[in-house]
């Protein structure tokens, strides 16, 4: 926010950090895809940060690089 209350973080994490059902839905989705970069994104509330989704870039079979928005349970939300 404008007066330097911070709303949300990520941090870099190992691809093993992945939850189970993320994992398995990039591999279902772009089968072939190599993770290249996970980040855990962390909501503050209340002075608290809580776990909210992953940022994962992958690299397609087909060698494009792609970023994706993954919820907990391991929905795809966004594509870039």
């Known amino acids: 926010k404008e007066d330097g ?13 992945l939850p189970a059902a993320a ?4 591999k279902s989705k772009y089968p072939g895809s190599q993770i290249k970069e996970v980040g855990e994104i962390l909501v503050v509330k ?9 940022e994962v870039i992958i690299e397609t079979a087909d060698k494009k690089e792609t970023e994706l928005t993954i919820k907990l349970d391991g ?5 870039k």
């Open 5 to 17: 209350t911070l709303i949300d973080l990520q941090n870099e994490v190992p691809a093993s950090d």
């Open 23 to 26: 994992a398995s839905a990039i």
């Open 46 to 54: 209340d002075k608290k940060e809580t776990r909210d989704h992953f």
């Open 75 to 79: 929905t795809i939300e966004e594509a």
